[in-house]
């Protein structure tokens, strides 16, 4: 149906930056609800960045620092991560669903899932 291949984490320092990128295929990219999830050893799935076209949706934790987006153009969503923290640490997910009316921050409300790209914030 869909399917999600994710890029770009890696190691780094507490205040840098890192842009993980999202490659879909399989619907269209318009008809999608995306989101962006983050899971740390132990813990739960965390919701990160939502997006339908131009609007975007973001919790208080990441709120100012992250930044969701898509270029149609290449059928890619983004998550752009500024001001990095430690507690930014963990497997960071990309995940679709056709538009829905559903809820944006809970994960069983997506139906496809990426792989799954470790970021680790050092100090």
């Known amino acids: 149906q869909v399917q999600l291949v994710e890029s770009g984490g890696g190691l780094v320092q507490a205040g840098g930056s890192l842009r993980l990128s999202c490659a879909v295929s399989?619907?269209?990219?318009?008809?999608?609800?995306m989101g962006w999830f983050r899971q740390a050893p132990g813990k739960e799935r965390e919701f990160v960045a939502w997006s339908r076209s131009i609007t975007t949706y973001y919790p208080d934790s990441v709120k100012g620092r992250f930044t969701i987006s898509r270029d149609n153009a290449k059928n890619t969503v983004y998550l752009q991560m500024n001001s990095l923290k430690t507690e930014d640490t963990a497997v960071y997910y990309c995940?679709?669903?056709?538009?829905?009316?559903?809820?944006?921050?809970?994960?069983?409300?997506?139906?496809?899932w990426g792989q799954g790209t470790q970021v680790t914030v050092s100090s």
């Open positions: 995940a679709a669903r056709l538009r829905s009316g559903r809820s944006a921050s809970d994960a069983a409300a997506y139906d496809y």
């Open positions: 399989g619907r269209t990219f318009s008809s999608l609800d």
